[in-house]
């Protein structure tokens, strides 16, 4: 087991103990996830702090830059100690306008996963996520032939577990009919409450939940009864939304962006924030 002092303790991801606190490096790249950083030596600083602080979950893609913040990690943590556990994407690509144009076929897979190894200097990815849907949201569709690549690759030791991004319920369960996931990660926080019902049943079977744009994404979360309550608790309105997610539910695990080691120290201090009972049912009615 991991031990740790961050809020929320800790989660096994398969068979990989985590911290419920985790950091999502995709804030790291350039404007809108494009290109290299302004501040280079500052992202560096940052991953080193997260790793410091005693995070053990990265979340990153061979999307973000692209290359750039695998890079990046790779330039500040490698070699990477034993309890670092780098989670990466693949299902996505990048085009000219920083478009993410879906490349699910078996070959773009393939080579993402390989590209993944490579610029993470690794011989075994440790968590690959099918990203599923577009840039509006999860979309159907059966997820049969891309997640039988994977799980292919995953029988050739190059992955050791599975998980899907962006994906509707059914096609969890299609995935999980073919072999088992250890996450899903998508959008979700105090005002995206969509996902509400799959929490629950991915609790029940021991699954983790990954909500990314915790904090709203690329639009800061906004909501007068989240500034009510902030205001009431004297605390940051990112740091009650951050600690009512690891109240949620023990299955969530947090992702939380940030290019900015300050920020980074805030939001683990702010995910500790005490919510009492009647702070939780008011925070409840945002996104319902
Ligand atoms: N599976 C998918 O399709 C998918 C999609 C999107 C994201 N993700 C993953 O999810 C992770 C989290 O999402 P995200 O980073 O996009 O969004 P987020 O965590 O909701 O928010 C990040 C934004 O909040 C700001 N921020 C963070 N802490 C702050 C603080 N204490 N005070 C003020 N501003 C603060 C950051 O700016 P600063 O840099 O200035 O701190 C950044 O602009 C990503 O890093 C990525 O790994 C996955």
Not at 27 to 55: K, S, Y
Request: proline share 8%; aromatic share 4%; charged share 15%.
């Amino acid at each position: 087991m991991v031990s740790t002092s961050l809020p929320g303790g800790t989660w096994t991801l398969g068979d990989l103990p985590v911290t419920r606190f985790g950091y999502g490096a995709m804030q790291l790249a350039g404007p809108w996830v494009m290109g290299p950083p302004a501040d280079r030596g500052g992202a560096l600083a940052v991953l080193r702090a997260a790793v410091e602080l005693g995070i053990t979950h990265i979340d990153t893609s061979e999307a973000y830059g692209p290359h750039v913040t695998n890079q990046l990690i790779r330039e500040a943590l490698h070699p990477y100690p034993d309890s670092l556990h780098i989670v990466t994407k693949v299902g996505a690509n990048r085009d000219q306008q920083g478009g993410w144009p879906p490349a699910r076929d078996p070959e773009s897979l393939r080579r993402s996963v390989h590209e993944n190894l490579e610029t993470l200097g690794l011989d075994v990815l440790d968590l690959v996520n099918l990203r599923l849907g577009d840039a509006v949201g999860p979309q159907p569709g059966s997820v049969a032939e891309a997640f039988e690549t994977l799980v292919g690759l995953q029988q050739q030791g190059l992955i050791r577990h599975l998980g899907l991004s962006n994906a509707t319920p059914e096609q969890v369960a299609e995935a999980q009919a073919i072999a088992p996931i250890v996450c899903v990660q998508n959008m979700y926080n105090l005002a995206h409450r969509q996902d509400d019902e799959l929490i629950e049943a991915l609790a029940e079977q021991g699954i983790a939940y990954v909500p990314f744009f915790p904090l709203g994404g690329f639009s800061p979360l906004q909501s007068s009864v989240l500034s009510t309550v902030a205001a009431r608790l004297e605390a940051a309105p990112m740091s009650v939304a951050l600690a009512w997610l690891l109240r949620r539910s023990p299955n969530i695990l947090l992702i939380p962006g940030t290019s900015s080691t300050t920020h980074l120290r805030e939001n683990i201090a702010g995910a500790a924030l005490p919510l009492s009972d009647d702070d939780l049912a008011e925070l409840d009615k945002i996104g319902r």
